[in-house]
């Protein structure tokens, strides 16, 4: 495929790319660029993440980038998924990763799956982690906490939940990634993201978004 062809099998079916014209030049430069999608392990596939995100996840890898699923263990345990026990968490991890195998998300040989708790073992991923909340008003990171897909009340809010979007970001930049994708809702945590590499003279990072659940409708 050319580059337009790469481009427009990445763009066919999401909410935006930002920007068309940084995924062009990473195209034209790169050979072997770097993408991921996040995913909570929170309870059953359902349809979005299996079709959506799984059909998202093979074009931009049948593209030519290499492919993290991550499997973000840590974050479902601060987001009081599966009542935050990281046993049940792990365990719906494994059963995501079959998942996706099952759909044939994997099949191309550069696809594969990291558990947030990797990074999380390495002193460098937190160190970048107090960088970008050194970088961000407490504004800026309360802004960005409706990534957790919850409406928050400041009377409500876990101490480790200001935690969440400056984890988010600095799985970016840990895994050195090119692009980042993910579902609308996850848009403020990748402008963050953007945000703090442009303070941090850090690789920014191109965003993907796709609408949560796919219409009959044509695009």
């Known amino acids: ?24 030049m990473l195209l034209e430069t790169v050979s072997r660029p770097r993408a991921y999608w996040g995913f909570e392990c929170s309870g059953l596939m ?5 079709l959506v995100c799984g059909s998202k996840i093979k074009d931009v890898a ?3 980038f290499d492919f993290t699923i991550f499997l973000a263990d840590w974050h479902s345990w601060i987001n ?20 996706f195998e099952a759909l044939g998300v994997t099949s191309a040989g550069n ?27 407490l504004l800026r990171i309360r802004r960005a906490l409706t990534i957790m897909g919850r409406e928050l ?24 990634l090119d692009m980042a994708c993910g579902g609308i809702d996850q848009r403020k945590a990748h402008m963050l993201a953007r945000d703090v590499a442009e303070k941090m003279g850090w690789r920014k990072p191109i965003c993907l978004h796709t609408p949560l659940l796919s219409g009959l409708q044509p695009p």
């Open 62 to 64: 049948r593209a030519g």
């Open 1 to 24: 495929m050319d580059i337009e062809e790469r481009v427009n099998l990445m763009a066919r079916n999401t909410e935006e790319i930002v920007t068309m014209d940084e995924l062009r």
């Open 46 to 50: 359902h349809i979005g993440m299996g």
């Open 80 to 99: 009081n998924k599966l009542g935050g026990v990281m046993e049940n968490i792990r365990l719906c991890g494994e059963y995501f990763k079959q998942c």
């Open 111 to 137: 696809v594969r799956f990291v558990w947030a708790s990797e990074l999380a073992d390495g002193i460098e991923y937190w160190e970048k982690v107090i960088r970008i909340a050194k970088g961000s008003s």
């Open 153 to 176: 009340d400041m009377a409500d809010i876990e101490t480790a939940w200001i935690f969440y979007p400056c984890m988010q970001a600095a799985d970016i930049f840990q895994l050195e």
